[in-house]
């Protein structure tokens, strides 16, 4: 197994979009990259903690390999959006992708190399190295599961398309 980190706004929707895709076989909403010590959701709802609300992503490479997940990740956001998506504003809510090992900086510069290319603007989506990761408070995970109808910034029918979306090991070639 794998992991990745990615911050896409609400790391409610975020994380429920990814729970969809085959392959992720672990999700974890927390606090990442911020320079506060065990931060709560009051303090990182401030802004003044440097911390983007993030999803821990863990996923079997046979089944869903980085690169088709960073792909999957450019659908969910809007990627030329700096400290925004959908009505949610502040740094909290910044676009990133935090690696891990030098291996995942090659296919996320690959990929944002062939996404750039199909934009006009420049991609805000910060790219840096992990350095720390906090869990956020137990009712944070899952929320979308244990709470249906609660906010979301993400449309419904993104879901499906998660759902659908499949990365087979014959067409990795």
């Known amino acids: 197994m794998k992991e990745i ?6 790391f409610w929707g975020t994380e429920h979009y990814f729970k969809q895709i085959e392959g992720v076989v672990e999700t974890e909403v927390g606090f990442a990259n911020g320079h506060t010590k065990n931060p ?23 089944i869903a390999d980085l690169e088709f997940l ?10 030329t959006s700096l400290n925004k998506q959908g009505h949610d504003e502040g740094t909290r809510y910044r ?4 690696y891990t090992s ?5 296919v996320i ?7 750039q290319a199909q934009l006009a603007e420049r991609i805000a989506v910060e790219v840096e190295p992990l350095r720390c990761f906090y869990s956020a408070e137990e009712y944070h995970q899952d929320y979308l599961d244990k709470n249906p109808d609660g906010y979301c910034h993400l449309p419904l029918e993104l879901f499906a398309f998660a759902r659908q ?9």
């Open 5 to 10: 980190y990615l911050a896409g706004g609400c």
């Open 40 to 62: 709560t959701y009051k303090e990182v709802y401030t802004d003044e903690t440097g911390h983007a609300e993030t999803v821990r992503i863990v996923y079997d490479e046979e």
């Open 70 to 79: 960073l792909n999957m990740f450019f659908k969910a956001i809007d990627p």
């Open 95 to 98: 676009t990133g992708v935090y």
């Open 102 to 106: 030098e291996e995942q900086l090659e």
């Open 109 to 115: 510069r690959k990929v944002f190399a062939e996404q």
């Open 165 to 173: 979306a499949k990365k087979r090991k014959e067409n990795k070639k």
